[in-house]
Each structure stands twice: as C-alpha cells, then as structure tokens.
C-alpha cells in the first residue's frame, strides 16, 4: 500500500507513514489505490464496426463515381471526336503531300486544327481517366481500411488500427 501524502510504499497494518508521518486511515488508502487502478486499466472503447461500415460506404460510393466518371455521355463525345478529329488530321496531311504546292498550305492548315483539336481531347480524356483513377484507388484505400476497421484484426490483443 502507498501512503496517500508522500507516495511512499509502506505495510498495511501500519497506521503512520514512516516518511512523512502522515496518519494513514485504511478506507481512504483503498479507495485512492482503486481509483489509481481503475483509471490505468480501463481501455478507452470506440466502436470501429460503425468506422468501418461508414468507410465502406464511402469506398462504394467513390468506386460507383469512378465508374460514371468514364462511362458518360461527355467522355463518349471526347472519345469519338478525338477519333474523328485524328482521322481528319491524318486524311487531310495525306491529301497535303499528294495535291503538290497548289493547296498543300490549306490542307496542312486544316490538318493542324484537327491535330489541335485532338489534343484538346485528349487531354480532356486524360482528366476523366486520372479522376476515375484517383477515386479508384481512393475507394480502395477505404474498403481495405473499412474492413480491418469491421474485422478488428488484433495482433497479441492489441488492434492493428489503433
């Protein structure tokens, strides 16, 4: 038992510290030593499966974003019009070296606009792909995490996700 005043380790029967000579009353000494344990033992509860369910809702919800970010109207009209446009390009340069001086500038001009036009597309096509991407890998992050989150893997008793 410890002595209430000084923290001094002394025997039970006895009745004064032998440091401080602090009279020790039994009730009061128990009740500080519960207290001391109580705090130290008691582990601080949070309930994970909700953590984990909510961040497996947001892995779903991130993945089905992703889905629609690349399967949509306005991702359909880059992708063909990129086609379309390369297409231009390619018949237009053809017809540049094949009809000599005489219209070669303006079919390399127009072959040029589609060139630009492609590469306006691609690169919108580009940012559609790396969102669903980043969404991808985000949704993932949040499945795995929301699902050790519901398992609550331990390792010796002690969780892994702490």
């Given at each position: ?48 499966k909700y953590i984990g369910i909510a961040l497996c809702v947001v892995a779903c919800i991130m993945l089905i ?98």
């Amino acid at each position: 038992m410890k002595c209430p005043e000084c923290g001094t380790e002394v025997a039970d029967n006895v009745t004064v510290c032998p440091s401080c000579g602090y009279e020790i009353v039994q009730s009061e000494t128990e009740a500080v030593e519960d207290i001391i344990n109580t705090t130290a033992t008691v582990p601080v509860y949070k309930n994970k499966k909700y953590i984990g369910i909510a961040l497996c809702v947001v892995a779903c919800i991130m993945l089905i974003v992703a889905f629609t970010r690349i399967n949509n109207d306005t991702y359909s009209f880059y992708k063909q019009h990129y086609k379309e446009c390369m297409e231009g390009y390619a018949e237009n340069s053809a017809d540049a070296r094949n009809y000599g001086s005489w219209f070669s500038g303006t079919y390399r001009y127009i072959a040029s606009e589609y060139e630009d036009m492609a590469k306006d597309d691609n690169k919108k096509i580009w940012e559609y792909r790396i969102q669903a991407i980043v969404l991808c890998l985000g949704g993932i992050a949040c499945g795995v995490v929301g699902c050790k989150f519901i398992k609550g893997e331990k390792t010796n008793g002690i969780s892994k996700v702490s």
